[in-house]
């Protein structure tokens, strides 16, 4: 043996990993399966509710077809980009209570503009407007006026309500709608359907405003600590305004394709989106990343939605349960949405 390496001096490598690094390791590997759990629960338990219905002898026969599949998921279009309407003020910790009552109104004159012969590109321009407009309303009185957030919307929408019954006298829009527009929302591509696939790539757009661009992660920063955004020199006021106007331009996209799914303008259409969009917007912080409003989380959590109350409809369940199952999801969206953001603020 050589003399070098006889004296070699004795280095920390050569000791074996000791009992704390291997628990160490093994804590991270822990704590990544924990988290990787966590943030996709709530997508297996949909996994597992569509599983049980499509076993059930109930429903078994109806259920996991490719046309109640078609049904469901063309029925959630809407859904989502309300939902969309709903969190983007939500992740500035505000609520919109005017989302539905919004989308009403710009399903409204839409149909309204296309039924009197419009163009349909300027049929739908002018829903999207409509719908701009009440945001920015709604951003105005809060943050100029200073109003409370839940009383401006409460308010405008008990308003959009009276407007809309104005101007349908209670009466559904469904003469002169042009079959471009309502094939929008029949037609399919490749066994999905085309307003699906819409309401999808619009949710990839909001994703990317809120994860990949300055101002997505500044919305995220007001929302955990409004205080602290300003004293970085955020524009706090101008965040919160455009959180409104933005949610305002999503109910109004989400009011133009409900035209297209129905192939009419309902006065009360509004009214059906309120509760499940929020409860699908609290849901999101269970999933996807835990804690936090997100646009995936959402999406999970209205496919969730839809496998519950689609089953049950099939099984002949009353049309009031599905008020219960989003009534319930509400309030465990909520409870879930104050547990995770405590703990990650602990």
């Known amino acids: 043996m050589s003399e070098s390496a006889e004296e070699r001096p004795h280095t920390p490598e050569d000791e074996p990993p000791t009992d704390g690094a291997a628990t160490a390791s093994s804590g991270a590997s822990g704590g990544r399966a924990a988290a990787f759990i966590e943030a996709y629960t709530l997508l297996f338990l949909a996994v597992l509710v569509a599983l049980v219905f499509s076993l059930l002898p109930s429903t078994s026969e109806v259920f996991p077809t490719g046309a109640n599949f078609q049904a469901i998921a063309g029925g959630q279009a809407v859904l989502i980009v309300a939902t969309l309407a709903v969190l983007i003020p939500l992740i500035c910790d505000e609520f919109d209570l ?192 835990p804690g936090r409003y997100n646009v995936w989380g959402a999406v999970v959590a209205i496919a969730f939605l839809a496998a519950i109350n689609g089953g049950l409809n099939i099984a002949g369940a009353k049309v009031y349960v599905a008020d219960f199952v989003n009534g319930t999801a509400l309030i465990a969206g909520v409870a879930l949405a104050v547990y995770l953001r405590r703990r990650r603020g602990a």
């Open 98 to 289: 005017s989302v539905g009552a919004n989308l009403g109104l710009a399903s409204v004159v839409a149909a309204s503009a296309m039924s009197a012969g419009l163009p349909l590109i300027v049929a739908v321009v002018a829903g999207l407007v409509s719908g701009t407009l009440i945001g920015v309303v709604n951003g105005l009185l809060v943050t100029r006026v200073g109003v409370n957030a839940v009383i401006v919307t409460l308010g405008v929408s008990v308003i959009i309500h009276g407007i809309v019954q104005l101007r349908t006298s209670g009466q559904s829009i469904t003469e002169g709608l042009p079959d471009a527009w309502l094939n929008v929302g029949s037609e399919s591509f490749s066994g999905i359907p085309l307003i699906l696939l819409i309401a999808l790539v619009i949710a990839g757009l909001v994703y990317y405003l809120l994860t990949y661009t300055p101002y997505g992660r500044q919305l995220y920063m007001m929302g955990a600590n409004r205080q602290a955004a300003k004293l970085v020199g955020l524009r706090t006021n101008w965040l919160l305004f455009s959180c409104f106007a933005v949610g305002g331009l999503l109910a109004g996209v989400a009011g133009v394709l409900q035209v297209a799914r129905a192939g009419a303008a309902a006065p009360s259409v509004g009214e059906s989106f309120t509760l499940p969009a929020f409860a699908a917007a609290f849901l999101s912080a269970a999933a996807i990343k």
